[in-house]
């Protein structure tokens, strides 16, 4: 596969001033020449294929928004280089811009006072789109999703879950090659997700469109992405599928005990008797997560029921999320 975004060893360091407390620390701040230099992102190499969707995860602050700023040409890197769609987004930002489509989370690119079709109509313009193109587009839309109802409402009006739609569906309007989704389902009920991930899917697959997805909400991985990137303070911790990753884990066994009382006490209780274990609570099962290389389900089984009247149990395959958390503290080893 022809690979559409090509990153190599970028590093992205930036200039930030030692401040100062208090009134005169300010004034001194103007005048100060004492900076240190902050290393966002730290030699990432990467390729993207064609038609991928890439879940580019790691916790705040790790560097997902400035690689995805540099790869929208909105920053330059310090050294390294970077390719998207054989254009170099910082020199061609014009270029680049008309091939690639962006979400930034709850920041919309609609305009807020007009109806959503005359936002459609202005990005028509903007970026040249034939209107044999607009019109099949608007039709592929209504395949997808009722947009009909929201094509005439002001954005202003719209439901955060509505202007997350409209703003997936402006971004994919001229066709690009490449989409970037920065937290698209933030905040978003559990109905709308699925709806917005459907129409992702849908998308990628009939426009064979590039998706680079950063996300906290694994639901979006499991149903999205079949790779994934992890970082962590700048550095690149993991890159490939996300049934291979969990093979890094694949001694790790999910125990759920329900136990009558306060669950979250119980999970306390259980930390301290198991310190190999990670323990959790909801509001119905304590989960014990066990590496059975240093210890069985069985024998962890044994050990609470000496202590604890256990009503129900469950053993889950380690998940996703449970992955990618021990992963930010752990690393892969």
Not at 127 to 145: G, H
Not at 167 to 192: Q, W
Request: charged letters at 25%; glycine letters at 6%; one cysteine or more.
């Amino acid at each position: 596969m022809e690979p559409i975004i090509e990153i190599k060893n970028v590093v992205k360091e930036f200039k930030v001033l030692n401040r100062h407390e208090g009134l005169k620390g300010s004034i001194r701040d103007l005048f100060s020449r004492d900076y240190k230099i902050v290393r966002a992102v730290d030699n990432i190499s990467m390729q993207i294929g064609q038609g991928e969707i890439v879940g580019y995860l790691g916790p705040n602050g790790a560097g997902k928004s400035t690689t995805i700023k540099m790869m929208t040409g909105v920053l330059e890197p310090t050294s390294g280089e970077i390719l998207v769609g054989g254009n170099v987004p910082y020199r061609n930002r014009t270029k680049n811009a008309q091939e690639i489509g962006v979400v930034f989370g709850q920041r919309s690119q609609l305009w807020w006072a007009l109806p959503l079709i005359e936002s459609f109509k202005i990005l028509k313009d903007i970026y040249q789109i034939p209107d044999a193109d607009y019109d099949a587009m608007l039709n592929f839309y209504q395949s997808l999703v009722d947009i009909e109802p929201l094509l005439h409402k002001p954005v202003r009006q719209m439901s955060l879950g509505q202007r997350t739609l409209s703003d997936i569906l402006a971004a994919f309007l001229h066709n690009p090659k490449i989409v970037f989704l920065d937290e698209p389902t933030i905040g978003l009920d559990v109905s709308m997700k699925a709806k917005i991930r459907t129409l992702i899917h849908a998308l990628n697959e009939q426009k064979h469109t590039t998706v680079i997805l950063t996300t906290h909400d694994m639901g979006d991985v499991d149903a999205l992405c079949r790779r994934i990137v992890i970082i962590d303070k700048g550095k690149m911790l993991y890159d490939n599928d996300i049934s291979h990753l969990k093979q890094f884990f694949g001694s790790y066994r999910t125990l759920k005990i329900r136990i009558k009382g306060d669950l979250k006490q119980y999970a306390e209780e259980i930390t301290g008797k198991l310190p190999e274990c990670s323990v959790s609570a909801d509001d119905e099962w304590v989960s014990i997560l066990v590496d059975e290389s240093k210890s069985t389900v069985m024998h962890v089984l044994d050990k609470l029921q000496k202590d604890y009247k256990i009503r129900d149990m469950q053993l889950e395959e380690i998940s996703t999320e449970e992955v990618i958390k021990k992963i930010y503290e752990e690393g892969v080893k």
